[in-house]
């Protein structure tokens, strides 16, 4: 078989940033710590945000590692009253099915320290909901190009959009109203995305409250296999 020639793609020499040993414990620690702060919220303040926020919070996100750096995904962000509307009510009515014959016992029991129902209120009170789609292929001049590790992809660029969301100041819940197809048709999204998550993004409501819940412990979570 005759060898292809290679095409040259540039590179880029890497300057990464250089910490002393103390200062990556110091930073490591600092940002667990902040992290750890994090929780999901359900009771939301209208409160406006600045569109600019939401936009570096954005592109914290499509910062995120994807596959073959594909970046398969798309952020809509919404903000006007009557799509969050059409929003609240298309979700509300797949989870009034969920919560009403949908979901298994152990489900619902499972959701209990949650405390949620079918309704939906903070899909209208929340300033902004973001709502992921991810793309399992992109369509260049009509033609099919594939994406890969999709899934992976979308979801770590979820992550890296709940942490930017909790360093900026601001709260997040990570929504999966199921089934969700109903966002595809309201934001008039084309064939090759499929909502992944829904992310309502604003202040806490001044009342807020959220369960108490214990993370696990490293004990839990971590198995080192190490030199002896
Ligand atoms: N999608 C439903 C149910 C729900 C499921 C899980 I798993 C949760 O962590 C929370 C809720 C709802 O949004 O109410």
């Not at 209120?121 to 300033?127: H, N, S, V, Y």
Request: aromatic share 10%; glycine share 4%; proline share 7%.
């Amino acid at each position: 078989m005759e060898e292809q020639e290679k095409t040259a793609h540039p590179v880029l020499a890497f300057k990464g940033v250089r910490y002393a040993q103390s200062e990556m414990l110091q930073r490591s620690r600092e940002f667990y710590h902040n992290m750890e702060r994090r929780r999901t919220l359900r009771m939301f303040s209208d409160k406006p945000v600045a569109r600019e926020i939401i936009e570096y919070i954005i592109m914290t996100a499509s910062s995120a590692p994807s596959g073959a750096h594909k970046q398969p995904w798309t952020f809509c962000v919404v903000s006007d009253p009557k799509i969050k509307h059409l929003i609240r009510e298309a979700a509300e009515k797949e989870e009034y099915l969920n919560y009403h014959g949908r979901m298994s016992e152990e489900w619902l029991r499972d959701l209990e320290p949650f405390g949620t129902d079918w309704h939906k209120p903070f899909l209208e009170i929340a300033p902004y909901l973001i709502v992921v789609f991810k793309k399992s292929y992109d369509l260049e001049q009509d033609e099919k190009r594939k994406n890969y590790y999709v899934n992976e992809s979308v979801g770590i660029a979820c992550g890296f959009l709940l942490a930017a969301i909790h360093h900026a100041g601001l709260v997040a819940l990570t929504h999966t109203p199921s089934p969700m197809n109903f966002l595809q048709k309201i934001l008039k999204r084309p064939d090759n995305e499929r909502p992944f998550l829904l992310i309502p993004v604003g202040y806490p409501a001044d009342d807020a409250t959220v369960p108490d819940l214990k993370r696990k412990s490293k004990e839990e979570v971590i198995v080192w296999f190490e030199a002896k």
